[in-house]
């Protein structure tokens, strides 16, 4: 497997909120069991310090492709 750079490349929320289109307290919504639009394919957030999360743009990157995949033509 290659490694490029987005794979190691760490999203913070707002570039991962622009990535995907989807607000702030969508995403974290899509995190949250509790919530009706948990989402548990939703790539899980990594710590990066005692109150910063960043995700994974591999990973971001893996779930957008599955969204396409899934849609439906019609």
Same mark, same amino acid.
């Given at each position: 497997?290659?490694?490029?750079?987005?794979?190691?490349?760490?999203?913070r !929320? $707002?570039q991962?909120?622009t990535? /995907? +289109?989807?607000?702030? %307290?969508?995403?974290?919504?899509?995190?949250?069991? &509790?919530?009706?639009?948990?989402?548990?394919?939703?790539?899980?957030? !990594? $710590?990066?310090g005692m109150?910063? /999360? +960043?995700?994974?743009? %591999?990973?971001?990157?893996?779930?957008?492709?599955s &969204?396409?995949?899934?849609?439906?033509?019609?």
């Amino acid at each position: 497997m290659i490694h490029t750079n987005t794979e190691k490349r760490i999203l913070r !929320i $707002k570039q991962l909120s622009t990535i /995907i +289109g989807l607000a702030r %307290s969508t995403i974290y919504d899509r995190l949250n069991p &509790k919530s009706p639009r948990h989402d548990p394919s939703f790539p899980k957030p !990594i $710590k990066l310090g005692m109150t910063s /999360i +960043g995700w994974l743009q %591999s990973e971001v990157d893996q779930w957008i492709q599955s &969204k396409v995949s899934e849609r439906v033509i019609g």
